[in-house]
């Protein structure tokens, strides 16, 4: 039984992951409906503009690369090149493409995409780097202790501050006055333009959260694997956490985080040796288009509202 | 003339006016031919005609809600207390007073009723105290929104939509409101009401409408004047009570013939009237 809870505590730790990268999708597509499939590209971006910084910073202010200061500076200089790309995007590849069709922004994030990949490998090599976050990978010793359990230190920061992040947004949402003119947004542009609300602000602050969101996921990720291209695949495991939770919902991406990441670990140890291992890579998908099966607008997903 | 007279006249310059306005949508599809109207400040004016005549046209090219459908105002101008209005966006022209209410409502389904009145408020920048004082005016006028406070505005029914979006676009404590057909869709008795407190806010409130509508009836019951637009013209005008009583008008806005049918060959055609000074 000890083991069953080991595997499925790593599980939910690294769906937590998963749940951010996929936080990122839905801030997007909640606010502007684009499904912006750059947003891989973006925390890739994210993580290696940090690094890079990092490692430039001791030489422009003679600090040692492993002081606070130089972290933060880096993590100052990362948010704000994240913002700075947010807001480009908004008004170079989204704003001239207002009201056409959906499929038209989706493909202009496609190409947004290899743009993105391109200048983040341009700029700072396509080296594989490491990132130390300062937390260290290994065992918290009580619970080793008293449970006989391997509960990753690391894992558990991770999730705790992807707790924060997701409170925070979903407070944000909620209760503030652009929040509220986000999901106004998000149900209909042109009323929403109607009663004065300027499109283009809120679609700036929309790209700059995702742009945060992805610097954070960029670097609980990369602290984890090492800042490299394979990063921007990450993206993909975000989809299937997407259709269970549902496009529109942050909750949602949270919860489609955790049963993927609980599912796909347990369903490798468990039902992984019965026909010769390796479905971690693809049982997300299974599960994914199940649920398009049962419940096409996921768990937490917004029902189409018709009156007829 | 003494110099009372004078300062009248001047200030009795229109209120909000539209000046031979021309509409092109997509570059291709001329859809108003040159529209002149005016609204006095403190008055109820309707907008009437059938289906696309340019009434929706005529108040999107006010409210500068076009770009986003591609039209664009080709010629004319459009004047707001003296001031030049048809280049400033939505978002300048709320903070300026003048607000739409869009056709077919356009409510935020997800938002519930108290979030969408709320999100109007969105250009003002005010205490907590006065949007709350906002938000209980909004609820005099529209009692039945009140009790429906914490639905999902897309689960309420059509009327309190429209009372929705109506509240919505008070919240922004607009001196002038372009009323997009507000009877689409609704039982009579549920737009005798909405027309009772679009009435009661412009008596009140001092809000000036204009307002879009295909009932025509109803609209020049309420109203003090009126336009009627044929083919993106303005083929017709006058005050609203003899716009109601004119023999054309009735036969064919209002269905009600004097005696008989009449024959098409035998209708007076209306001339646009011209503006050589735009």
Redesign the interface.
């Known amino acids: 039984m000890g083991f069953f809870f080991e595997v499925l505590i790593g599980g939910l730790l690294s769906g937590v992951l998963y749940a951010l990268v996929a936080l990122g999708f839905v801030l997007i597509y909640k606010a502007s409906g684009v499904f912006n499939f750059a947003q891989g590209a973006m925390v890739f971006f994210a993580a290696l503009t940090f690094v890079g910084f990092k490692e430039l910073l001791p030489g422009w202010t003679g600090l040692e690369e492993s002081s606070v200061v130089v972290f933060w500076l880096a993590f100052a200089l990362a948010l704000a090149s994240m913002v700075v790309l947010g807001i480009l995007t908004e008004k170079v590849v989204l704003r001239p493409l ?2 056409q069709p959906h499929i038209t922004l989706f493909m202009a994030t496609i190409g947004l995409t290899f743009l993105v990949e391109g200048i983040a490998q341009a700029i700072w090599g396509a080296n594989v780097r490491g990132l130390d976050l300062g937390i260290t990978d290994e065992p918290i010793e009580w619970i080793l202790d008293s449970a006989d359990m391997i509960v990753s230190k690391f894992d558990v920061f991770a999730a705790a501050l992807a707790g924060i992040l997701v409170a925070s947004l979903a407070l944000f949402f909620q209760y503030t ?1 652009v929040g ?2 986000l ?2 947004v ?13 499109l283009q602000h809120i679609w700036a602050i929309v790209w700059a959260v995702a742009g945060f969101v992805a610097l954070v996921a960029g670097l609980i990720w990369g602290a984890r694997s090492g800042v490299q291209f394979a990063l921007t695949f990450t993206a993909l495991k975000a989809l299937p956490v997407l259709i269970l939770g549902g496009f529109t919902s942050v909750p949602g991406a949270i919860v489609g985080g955790l049963i993927i990441g609980a599912s796909e670990k347990l369903a490798e140890v468990y039902i992984g040796p019965m026909v010769g291992g390796g479905i971690e890579g693809w049982f997300p998908y299974m599960l994914a288009l199940f649920f398009l099966l049962v419940r096409p607008e996921g768990l937490f997903g ?1 029902k189409h ?1 018709d ?1 007829v | 003339m003494t110099s009372a007279a004078t300062a009248n006249a001047a200030s009795a310059a229109p209120y909000l006016s539209i000046n031979n306005v021309e509409v092109i949508y997509d570059h291709v599809i001329l859809v108003l031919k040159g529209v002149s109207l005016q609204v006095e400040k403190g008055s109820i004016v309707a907008l009437l005609g059938a289906n696309g005549a340019g009434k929706s046209t005529t108040l999107k090219s006010i409210s500068n809600l076009l770009g986003a459908e591609r039209g664009d105002v080709t010629k004319g101008n459009i004047e707001f207390k003296g001031q030049r209005i048809d280049q400033m966006t939505p978002n300048d022209l709320v903070k300026r007073g003048v607000i739409q209410v869009m056709e077919g409502r356009h409510c935020f389904g997800h938002l519930t009723i108290e979030e969408n009145l709320l999100t109007g408020a969105y250009t003002r920048s005010i205490s907590r105290a006065d949007l709350k004082e906002s938000l209980e005016k909004v609820y005099h006028y529209f009692p039945r929104l009140k009790t429906r406070r914490t639905s999902q505005a897309g689960y309420t029914s059509g009327g309190e939509q429209q009372m929705c979006a109506i509240g919505r676009a008070l919240m922004a404590k607009p001196e002038m409101i372009l009323l997009d057909e507000p009877s689409m869709g609704l039982a009579p008795q549920i737009v005798e009401e909405i027309f009772e407190i679009v009435k009661d806010l412009n008596s009140r409130e001092q809000v000036s409408f204009l307002l879009a509508e295909q009932n025509t009836m109803v609209a020049l019951r309420y109203a003090d004047y009126g336009y009627i637009m044929e083919n993106g013209r303005i083929v017709m005008e006058g005050a609203a009570n003899e716009l109601a009583t004119n023999e054309d008008v009735k036969e064919f806005y209002l269905g009600l013939a004097g005696e008989g049918r009449k024959s098409f060959r035998d209708v007076k055609h209306y001339r646009r009237r011209k503006r050589w000074l735009s």
């Open positions: 207002v009201n006055k509220r003119a999901r106004a998000a149900d209909d542009h042109q009323a929403a333009l109607s009663i004065g609300i300027p917004e509202i009156r």
